[in-house]
């Protein structure tokens, strides 16, 4: 994002559902594999703009604005929770309680230094419904380039694939984070780009109408890798034909052999999880594996409340998939082990909102698995069609999740061998030995398996209640 943002010619079109003006892009870290050409980019990038060893101009801010002083086109929209719960106990925790002062400071040093028309922030408190959100977290450069997923530009989210329990380069006092986000070229950035300009026009009026009279942008280029890419949202004032919701349940009736799925709140969407009960019923060859946040947890009175509530769906849908597969489900989680104790031990946040199916499918975005993902916020994701890449990222993620113990290129096999290692991690916490990669059982209860850090089971515990 970085690299791509700091040689934006025309345009940056950002919409998050939060966004950190003092978040930090480029961090020095031991890079591994592809990580090497990241960092070798962000160094340069840094030395083009004179800010080399400097990290307190590595900012979104100071690159919004150098983009803004070459004339770029800077639109930003961040969501903003209305004045109720922004006024509720916990909201400074959560970073909620006053978004729209950080942003607008943005706005301010454009008109400061004369580049008012140049870089124009929107906080929107609206939502389609009272407690869902504009969730899309999604980033569009010169109408040529596109990046959607999970990742949120705000503080606390920045990690490497490592996960590592100490890492000093993380935000202070914020927890490992596993994510998954993509970038696009081709037609499907129009579609995103349409998406923007919609939000930009429905922030200032509230005219849902007229937003949708606004005229597609062209499509600039061809696909850039041949890969069939689908622009999704959900926007129910917008679209009624069910969007990212109706894509899952596609992928749900198709499937055949495979489905991987990384999610924040899995199954908390009681629908969403009929298809695939009802799937895993009818057809005895398929397998699922799931991956969640051991402790999904909002901070906050509020936010404690309204997660238990999601939480306590997660844990019985859950349990009616568990029950409708048998064997043929694995649900898991990621904890993180400290090197130099490795009997420290705390959860990697599953962030990430990933479904891979049949090695072919993909979808990636914004969007959970439960109401506000599925029906009641904006949210964007993408769907590819690829038996070449889904494959490759399934086991680029199962090797990042097991440090390179599961590789296999078969789903099944690497299923079992999922299994294999969650249970042997059981019993290594058991004997107090450090695991192996970062896998462990969700239902560690079930599998009667110890839990994997002191507290673990009664967070579960708490968040059920």
Known sequence: MYHHISRAERSVFIANYDLDPALRFARSYVAEDGEAVIKSRCAADLAAAGLAGDSKKHSLE??????AKHGVDIKVIVWQPRLLFRSLPGADERGIDGRAEEVEGMEKLAERLSMRGSLEVRVDSTAPAFTSAHHEKIIIIDGKIGFCGGLDLSRGKWDTPNHDYDSSLRDHGSEPWHDVHAMVRGPVVADLTYHFLQRWHYTK??????????EPPQVEGRPAGGIPVTALRTWKEFDRTGGIRAWYAGMFR?????IYIENQFPFQDAWITGLLVKRLQADSRLRVVILGPLEPN????????LAGVSIHDVHRNLARLAKAGGQRVGIYCLVSQSKAQPFRRRQIYVHSKLMIVDDRWITVGSANLDKNGMRDSSEVNLGMTSPKLARELRVRLWSEHTSGHVRTLDFGAGFDALDRLAAENGDRVAKNEPIHGHLYYYDFEAHGAPEPYPGAADAKELAIL
């Open 62 to 67: 100071q690159l919004l604005v150098r983009r």
């Open 205 to 214: 009026n509230r005219d849902a109408a007229a937003a949708r009279s606004i």
């Open 254 to 258: 198709s499937a055949r052999s495979g």
């Open 298 to 305: 909002l901070p906050g009175l509020v936010g404690k409340i």
